[in-house]
């Protein structure tokens, strides 16, 4: 079967360093993207890895690494409009459908 | 703003009715989804649409019917439903028939089927 695996919940204060990972079972890659979604609102596209590596974009980072079938969020600096739920999500490379992780909640506290 | 809209954002409804979901993208993209987004669930695909084709229908059961009339604007028609289908329902779009690409969400419809 094809499936994600992401903590559920993740907390940290502010100005820390966060990782939130994801492992991935599919049959064939394509890429993993990360969103990031605020209580009642709508998910928002925060990244995309088709390569292994790192990709950085502020104070958010993503990683992958195929052999592994492993890729992170890593979030910088944190500030507290950072707590929100943070979703990766897979698609394969033979016309599978998009695969979201359950979602990890970060609290971020003072 | 998202540039993506959806109305209603609440909607409650009896499992005899029928009612319409609207999504609207004002970024001129060429693909359009249908997400459902349950409690404690991730997001599920539904159906996915590019130049105004439907390209995917990912097992979905007939009482949820899509319609895209153009390529700005996406329906999902909605009779006899089950509670089970309370759920909020998200649209988004992308510039291409990738779902890789960065997608753009709407806010959601928040449905109650009573």
């Known amino acids: 079967g094809q499936s994600l695996e992401q903590p559920s919940e993740v907390t940290a204060v502010e100005g820390a360093i966060v990782q939130i990972n994801c492992t991935y079972q599919?049959?064939?890659?394509?890429?993993l993207s990360w969103y990031q979604q605020h209580d009642g609102g709508a998910p928002t596209f925060l990244s995309y890895?088709?390569?292994?590596g790192l990709e950085e974009t502020g104070r958010f980072s993503s990683f992958l690494s195929r052999s592994d079938s492993y890729g992170y969020l890593l979030l910088q600096e944190l500030q507290m409009k950072d707590s929100a739920s943070y979703f990766c999500?897979?698609?394969?490379?033979?016309?599978?459908?998009?695969?979201f992780g359950q979602g990890t909640e970060l609290s971020v506290k003072p | 703003e998202t540039g993506v809209t959806q109305t209603p954002r609440h909607l409650v409804m009896g499992m005899t009715n029928k009612k319409s979901l609207k999504c609207e993208q004002h970024?001129?993209?060429?693909?359009m989804y249908w997400y459902k987004q349950s409690a404690k669930k991730p997001l599920e695909l539904m159906f996915v649409?590019?130049?105004?084709?439907?390209?995917e229908n990912n097992s979905v059961p007939s009482r949820f019917s899509p319609e895209c009339p153009n390529s700005s604007h996406l329906f999902l028609h909605l009779h006899t439903l089950q509670p089970e289908d309370s759920a909020l329902y998200l649209c988004?779009?992308?510039?291409?028939?990738?779902?890789?690409?960065?997608?753009?969400f709407g806010p959601g419809t928040r449905l109650t089927v009573t």
């Open positions: 999500a897979v698609r394969n490379n033979q016309g599978g459908k998009l695969i």
């Open positions: 649409y590019n130049f105004k084709e439907q390209t």
């Open positions: 599919t049959s064939g890659f394509y890429g």
């Open positions: 890895n088709a390569l292994d």
């Open positions: 970024l001129g993209h060429n693909a």
């Open positions: 988004a779009s992308s510039p291409l028939g990738d779902l890789l690409y960065e997608q753009y």
